[in-house]
């Protein structure tokens, strides 16, 4: 077995995490995940006052080097131990969970694609478009219920942090993409066309 690492980029909430689950489900054993958003720093050494100023949405906040050895040993075939993150306090609590090497590999991230460590790391390159309104309304949905955090928050956040680093960022690395799914797409057409450039 040969993994074939296929990297999800795009903005935050603009659904390639949906796209990944979808494809799990179409590949069943033959796949796995791999998520980036696993990967920010531990800020256990900052106060909660300190850890809130931090701009997430900038690459810096993610370890990079731990995260492309990881990309490295999964396509090589081995397996790797993903640190588990706490987004409600910006901490790692010292767990993992193991991620072992499958036919595809399926890479979920926000900045996968513009990093070059990152990108040249991939088999193939797939962004995922959405309008920064639908991006915003799904953030909220997801950070109200799933992060511990308000509306008011994450509005602030959207528009002081993500909006800025969505477009300096990770906007401008669609260019770097093999496919661009624009919003709206159907997720199982989505999933086919991308099992039609595996196999080619």
């Known amino acids: 077995m040969t993994p074939q690492l296929i990297g999800l ?9 949906t796209l990944a689950r979808a494809m799990l489900d179409a590949h069943g054993s ?10 920010y720093h531990d800020l256990s050494h900052l106060t909660p006052d300190a850890r809130a100023k931090v701009n997430f949405d900038h690459p810096e ?8 050895e990881h990309l490295c040993e999964l396509a090589g075939g081995r397996g790797v131990d993903v640190p588990h993150y706490d987004f409600a306090t910006h901490t790692r609590p010292g767990t993992s969970h193991r991620v072992e090497p499958a036919s595809y590999v399926i890479v979920d991230g926000i900045l996968l ?6 990108r040249d790391a991939l088999d193939l390159k797939v962004f995922v478009e959405a309008p920064a309104l639908v991006r915003l309304a799904r953030r909220i949905e997801r950070d109200v219920a799933e992060r511990g955090r308000d509306e008011e928050g994450v509005r602030r956040q959207f528009a002081e942090t993500v909006s800025p680093m969505h477009d300096e960022f990770v906007g401008p690395s669609e260019i770097h993409a093999d496919v661009v799914f624009h919003h709206p797409f159907e997720v199982t057409d989505a999933v086919n066309r991308l099992a039609d450039y595996l196999q080619a």
Do not use: I, N
């Not at 980029?9 to 995490?17: A, I, P, V």
């Not at 033959?30 to 990967?39: E, I, K, N, P």
């Not at 906040?61 to 492309?68: E, T, Y």
């Open 61 to 68: 906040s993610l370890d990079v080097g731990l995260f492309c």
């Open 113 to 118: 694609l513009a990093l070059e460590e990152c």
């Open 9 to 17: 980029s795009g903005g935050s909430c603009s659904g390639k995490t």
């Open 30 to 39: 033959d796949a796995t995940l791999l998520m980036f958003d696993d990967y």
